[in-house]
């Protein structure tokens, strides 16, 4: 087994307050203070170059650094990267690459504004790509779900301790093994939660074929594809489906849930990754 | 007063389905039938060169490109606009200005990925035009909102029919005079449908100064900087809010409602443009 990009990988660790207390007023003409969530902009710099600002709630900047740049396809592999320095008094990151990238104008001339919170651009031609990702066979076993798991996983979700409990406005999403939770993250676009799992998964060497996303956005395109692309064949949502991520994941062969909360959800697609243990029906039926 | 835009423009009509149907399971086992929300590219070409592919649902293509020339600063006037056409088979809005933009390439160089739904990209210097925005004085009858006609602005949202409430996983966004709505756009993303607004009003020579806007979607940064733009001075949303739209809403001087609903809502800032009417106190207070 390769040793983990994170042993050799230098990361800063840098740190900002994910709240900020503010004064509003009620409906009843009170006076009363509530949390919001962060928002600051991270520019990232390639080698010195400017890449793209991202507008972040700030909770674990480089691992978004390294996710953007992962689901972006800049870059190949986690060890062609140096380091990723974050300074929020600049709110910059700055990443130094081992080699340089090949194309790099090439590769972030075009421009496709997607449907997603966050980090609606996709450079290069993702969507091109889409049809080469492989995700395991739907008989592999730990590469289904069964509705037993899937309870798990949104028990799991609701005991998790967030930013959007204290604050709300953010988006959450985790990355499941079955229903243990491995890693979870918010941030104020879910495009940023999820590429901040995507340098999670990259930096530990962690592959996607037995694990489960759940995200509290949509499940739009660009979600679907990001997922594919990890090797993710499983998404579970608190929202709903739009046409794209529906097509897209069939295409491709993950299984959808969405409107998932306690007991709830609907199937979208990809049925034969899920061991069904339906409920008993409705009294009213 | 000027003759407005649509007098002048060509645009076209372009119309796809809004909603698929898709036959999905639930947590009883059962296989039912749901609507889903359209999700399409819409690639615009300006003069033949290409700008940038917006994920849409596809609901009003020919504002939704007008409004995004606009709030991304790439046209000055909707005079300077000849036509807009839509071609749904070939997924593109063609633009044809009367005299060429200026600076095209410089103006889309620069990349800002935020926080919205849908369209997070923003061209050029636009955060450091905000300060240039002037916003109708507080004084102003017009550019105010009492706590009455919010609760009208509430029960219209509540009663207009929308892809929403046939299919969700959509973003709405209406323009409202006081308690009266004048347009109301829905779109996967709520950067789209404000965009679409924006569109509109650019193409029919509306002012923003005694409108109030009402997103479905949270209150961050470019929600507010695109409403400055716009000169409409109210936020009204059902969502919450984040650290940079407040902070950016209390330097250009716009009232931000937040998770409004029914009788219930937050005022984060901008109080001297509310009239307040405070409900009774809480039974329990």
Redesign the interface.
């Known amino acids: 087994m390769e040793t983990p990009a994170a042993d050799r990988m230098r990361l800063t660790r840098a740190s900002a307050p994910l709240t900020?207390e503010?004064q509003?007023?009620?409906?009843?003409?009170?006076t009363r203070s509530?949390m919001?969530?962060?928002?600051?902009?991270l520019t990232i710099f390639v080698d010195k170059r400017e890449l793209?600002?991202?507008?972040t709630l700030g909770a674990a900047p480089e691992l978004l650094t390294l996710g953007y740049l992962r689901n972006q396809r800049l870059v190949e592999s986690a060890d062609d990267i140096d380091s990723i320095s974050v300074d929020w008094d600049v709110e910059a990151a700055a990443v130094k690459t081992r080699r340089g990238i090949e194309h790099f104008e090439a590769k972030t001339a075009r421009?496709?504004?997607?449907?997603?919170?966050?980090?609606?651009?996709v450079f290069g031609n993702l969507m091109d790509e889409a049809g080469t990702w492989t995700l395991p066979a739907a008989t592999d076993a730990s590469a289904r779900m069964s509705?037993t798991a899937l309870y798990g996983l949104l028990d799991a979700v609701r005991r998790q301790e967030s930013t959007y409990k204290s604050?709300?406005?953010v988006h959450g999403c985790a990355l499941f093994r079955q229903q243990e939770m491995l890693t979870f993250v918010e941030d104020?676009?879910r495009h940023n939660a999820i590429d901040t799992i995507a340098g999670w998964m990259w930096l530990h060497g962690v592959g996607g074929g037995d694990k489960a996303f759940y995200t509290t956005g949509?499940l739009?395109?660009?979600m679907v594809m990001k997922s594919a692309q990890m090797g993710v064949p499983i998404i579970v949502s608190r929202?709903?489906?739009?046409?794209?991520?529906?097509e897209l994941a069939q295409r491709l062969g993950l299984a959808l849930f969405g409107r998932a909360t306690n007991?709830?959800?609907?199937?979208?697609?990809g049925?034969e990754r899920?061991d069904?243990e339906?409920?008993p029906?409705?009294p009213s039926?």
Chains 1, 2 share one sequence.
């Open positions: 900020r503010v509003v007023r009620d409906e009843y003409g009170a509530i919001i969530p962060a928002e600051r902009p793209v600002t991202l507008m421009r496709i504004v997607t449907t997603g919170c966050g980090q609606g651009t509705q604050a709300g406005s104020v676009g949509r739009t395109s660009e929202s709903g489906v739009t046409q794209m991520g529906y007991r709830h959800f609907i199937c979208y697609c049925f899920f069904a339906p409920e029906p409705r039926a």
